[in-house]
């Protein structure tokens, strides 16, 4: 997933986000609050099952390159200058990795 692909995928996020919420507000409707929060929660998983499938990782301190499961992806730290906070599968190593994507 390159930079233009996840720009795009969180504004469509956020665009979601916001109008969802206003019309889960307007209607004030069980229903429509648990459609919004459902197909939320799908989006979410699918950009995370699609940025884990395209991305990939190089330890600094052995050069391994290894991928990570979709749990790891969705649950571990990623800021956007750093990387991603992760252990290395060969060396051990844990810390901040680099991303790389479109293998
Ligand atoms: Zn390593």
Known sequence: MNGR???VSLIGLVIYAVLGGF???????GTVATVYVAVLTLY????V???R???YYICPDCD???EIGFFRDLLSPNDGVR????KCPNCGKKGWFAEYSDK
Do not use: E, N, Q
């Open 5 to 7: 692909t996840i720009t």
């Open 23 to 29: 019309l889960v507000s307007a209607y004030r409707d």
């Open 44 to 47: 979410i998983l699918t950009l």
């Open 49 to 51: 099952m699609i940025h």
């Open 53 to 55: 499938r395209s991305s």
């Open 64 to 66: 391994k390159m290894f």
């Open 83 to 86: 990387g991603k906070r992760l």
